[in-house]
């Protein structure tokens, strides 16, 4: 107490030193060069990384120690439904956001740095924040995009022209000098499709957009068979190369969603994996998973890049277990397709072609007004929980739902649908597993059977450790082994889990986090540094 | 409201198209249906719906070739479900752009809202519109020859095993008491595409048989489980509450539940004990619209 004046002043001097170091660091970063390869002390985008690969450099817990886990702290996030977002973290600040909004905190003890709330205030669910220079990235809900000083929360800039948009909730991506965000619908009525917007990282001027339905002049216009294009919704964030200059999303399903008697032809660019020029939005190549969808199956699952020799042939790889059941090896420099492999045991929506990969739908899996039952369901064989890849095991780690659904028709009308169910039939109720894929072969390595989770479910981690960070729908986290997916840990936080983990350092010291429900869950290796000093 | 919300979330595609198809139709909220939970005009729609719309929808409102079913087995309402005073609006102006005609004219308006009331009755839990029989015949063949309370208990009256009935008519459709009674397989899903808000509680009421680890066995019926734990009602009505390193193994037994219920009994016994199940449980409130809207 009787220090409390000269603790305040070296508080505050600390403080302001570490301002300074932090704004020298963020400005010797090249704007081409925001983020390392590999995510390490920091997790600065949903991703960990521009690779999506999850796989973190953090070697301080291992399969010899994760059995000594412990929890470190819980933040409870007020004023949402729910949390779907990854938290980021850099400089041991961890920045957890929702639309509108964003909580700062000391990622070591969970204790609020600073608050941003901007009007109106939404419970939505959203997926994330950005964090680059010195600043944070949001997106809004009447469609704007925010950038705001990472040590204060004080609004920089707010986006500036472009046309009207509403965006997804998905997190934007920071690379280039530029900000990327995507949304379901151009426009602010009725469906405008889905689309990709850049904006200057310095100043939030609008610079271009992409549309996932094609517009006139486009060849591609004639794959809807006359129909006014619709649907190819955006709403989980892309990959970026910086070398390639090219950035990588999943385009979602062609609309109407269940009923493809009015749009005859593949749909483009629905339920396709695009890659796009970072400087001026045009496409580089396509590639579409599920031609004339009829059951829901988005691509919008995360895009992992990775390079490793291809049959002999080193390759720079696009990486993607999609929402159909096939498991997708692109060469990402030009999209040529090399591999489809089924993930789960039951996939017959249709048939891929094993030399071009084309999707060839059944007729007999159409939906119906009575209702047809189809493999994998609308839910998918996976959804958008995060996949992960570890180069060391060469093991690629994905949520997967085994089981089937119904789809149904509200009536015979063009446009018609409703909903979709879990299949009725006993051995196609939907179970989830943390599954391992051999990367290049897409052979099954081993399961983690997530018992009595069974629909959508939380993304994955791996790293330099040697585990995979493995939560569960059903509020379960565990640690795995990351060669044989053996339990080494386990929490239970008591609700239930839909966003994807992360892990950081701080002060030399590996965290795991989550968000369950409203809460935000963080673990990691007994130590004493927050132990209180005993007086003499 | 529905729509703003479903578009600001965003991610779940499927919500928006649905709740926007559910939207197109200007939400009328007309005078409570005078028929509403009145048994003989439920009959008389009963009639009504059987003349004119069953060759559509198929018999009790469950889908046909042409039309979508109106009453489903599920136990949660449809994202975009239509409630009662939309679905009075499309049986009088129709529904532009499908094969369903406007009946306004066609019909008495009064024969409409008895369909409604039908319809109503058929969507609401047993409780609104129990099934007919001798209640008191029906309670006997619960306790004596149906054997049910030698598993379930009725407001502390009864066994452990299975699920506490006392509430039974209030929690379900009268069609799926009698599904649970009659058929094999007669588990209800939900809409898919629905998130869960809370964690919900196992209620597959699985009978296991367990060899522990340290010898010995355990037979019961499952509460609940996890990738780590396992909570069980065992034979001796104890709790026994395991990690999964202390069971060796464990096998699912077939269902306790008899399901031919239909043939154990004859069919007024069968009747009368439905009429009795169907009136067990407390009336709740009416807030099945607002039900609605708490879903994606």
């Given amino acids: ?536 | 409201m529905k729509l703003t919300k479903a578009l600001a979330i965003g991610f779940v595609i499927s919500t928006t198209v649905l709740s926007a198809h559910a939207q197109r139709r200007a939400e009328p909220s007309g005078p409570p249906n005078p028929f509403a939970g009145n048994s003989q005009a439920i009959a008389q729609g009963e009639q009504a719906y059987n003349q004119s719309c069953t060759s559509c929808h198929g018999p009790n409102g469950g889908a046909g070739e042409i039309g979508p079913e109106i009453i489903h087995n599920l136990s949660v309402p449809l994202r975009g479900e239509l409630n009662d005073d939309q679905i009075l609006d499309v049986i009088r102006n129709g529904a532009p752009g499908t094969a369903m005609p406007a009946w306004k004219g066609k019909l008495a308006d009064d024969d409409i809202l008895k369909i409604g009331a039908f319809l109503h009755a058929l969507r609401g839990t047993a409780i609104d519109n129990p099934l007919p029989g001798n209640v008191a015949h029906g309670e006997e063949i619960f306790w004596g020859k149906g054997q049910c309370g030698s598993c379930h208990m009725l407001s502390g009256k009864g066994a452990l095993k299975g699920p506490d009935l006392s509430n039974v008519a209030a929690e379900y459709k009268s069609n799926l008491i009698v599904d649970a009674l009659t058929k094999p397989n007669h588990r209800v899903y939900g809409d898919g595409g629905v998130h869960l808000r809370s964690l919900p509680p196992m209620d597959t009421y699985d009978a296991v048989h367990i060899t522990l680890s340290g010898g010995g066995t355990l037979d019961g019926v499952l509460l609940n489980q996890d990738s780590y734990s396992l909570q069980l009602l065992g034979d001796d009505n104890q709790l026994h509450l395991l990690q999964r390193a202390q069971v060796r193994a464990l096998t699912v037994k077939p269902a306790l539940m008899p399901t031919d219920y239909d043939k154990r009994l004859t069919k007024d016994e069968f009747d009368d004990l439905m009429a009795f199940l169907t009136r067990q449980g407390r009336k709740a409130p009416a807030a099945s619209a607002s039900r609605n809207a708490e879903q994606e």
Wanted: hydrophobic share 35%.
């Fill in chain 1, 1 to 536: 107490m009787k220090n409390f004046a000269s603790a305040w002043g070296r508080g505050i001097f600390r403080t302001l030193l570490m301002g300074t170091a932090v704004a020298l660091c963020a400005s010797a970063a090249s704007a081409q060069d925001v983020y390392p390869a590999q995510p390490g002390k920091d997790w600065p985008i949903y991703g960990g990384s521009y690779n999506n690969q999850r796989y973190s450099s953090l070697k301080e817990i291992t399969p010899a120690n994760a059995g000594n886990l412990q929890g470190k702290w819980t933040y409870h996030v007020e004023g949402l439904q729910g949390l779907e977002s990854v938290p980021v973290v850099v400089n041991g600040v961890m920045y957890v956001s929702g639309y509108n909004r964003i909580d700062a905190l000391d990622a070591r003890t969970g204790n609020v740095v600073w608050r941003f709330r901007r009007q109106p205030a939404t419970p939505a669910y959203q997926r994330g924040a950005a964090v680059a220079h010195n600043r944070v990235y949001i997106t809004t809900n009447d469609g704007h995009v925010l950038a705001l000083d990472a040590r204060t929360g004080a609004q920089i800039w707010e986006s500036k022209g472009g046309p009207k948009v509403s965006f997804s909730g998905m997190p934007p991506m920071v690379a280039n000098g530029k900000i990327l965000v995507a949304g379901n619908r151009f426009g602010t009525v009725g469906d405008g499709g889905g689309f990709i917007q850049a904006y200057d990282e310095q100043t939030g001027e609008y610079r271009w957009t992409w549309r996932a339905v094609p517009e006139n002049g486009d060849p591609a216009l004639d794959s809807w068979g006359g129909h006014v294009p619709g649907g190819g919704p955006i709403w989980i964030g892309g990959a970026y190369d910086p070398e390639l200059k090219l950035v990588y999303y999943g385009t979602g399903q062609p609309n109407p969603q269940w009923s493809g008697k009015g749009r005859p032809g593949d749909n483009l660019y629905s339920d396709c994996i695009v890659a796009l020029d970072i400087d001026t939005g045009k496409l580089k190549w396509y590639f579409q998973n599920t031609p004339h969808d009829t059951h829901d199956y988005d691509s919008t699952e995360i895009i992992v890049l990775a390079d490793m020799t291809f049959k002999g042939k080193p390759r720079k790889l696009a990486l993607q277990a999609n929402r159909n059941g096939y498991y997708y090896i692109l060469d990402r420099t030009n999209g040529e397709f090399l591999q489809a492999t089924p993930f789960v045991s039951r996939v017959d929506w249709g048939t891929v072609d094993p030399k071009t990969g084309k999707g060839q739908p059944d007729p007999a899996h159409e939906p119906t007004v009575k209702g047809t039952i189809t493999c994998p369901s609308t839910a998918g064989a996976t959804n958008w929980p995060s996949p992960a890849y570890n180069p060391v095991t060469g093991l690629f780690y994905v949520t997967t739902t085994e089981g089937c659904g119904v789809n149904t028709l509200a009536s015979s009308a063009p446009d018609s649908e409703t909903s979709y169910l879990e299949s009725p039939r006993d051995k196609e109720a939907w179970q989830l597993y943390t599954r391992a894929i051999d990367a290049r072969t897409g052979t099954i390595k081993w399961d983690y059977k997530q018992v009595r989770s069974n629909h959508y479910g939380p993304g994955l981690l791996t790293s330099e450790g040697g585990i995979v960070f493995s939560p569960e729908q059903f509020g379960q986290v565990s640690v795995l082994d990351a060669k044989t997916g053996r339990s080494l840990w386990h929490y239970n936080t008591g609700d239930l889990i839909t966003a994807s983990p992360l892990t950081y350092s701080v002060d030399g010291h590996q965290y795991l986090a989550i968000a369950s429900g409203t809460n935000i869950f963080t673990f990691g290796l007994p130590d004493r540094s927050t132990a209180v000093e005993k007086k003499p």
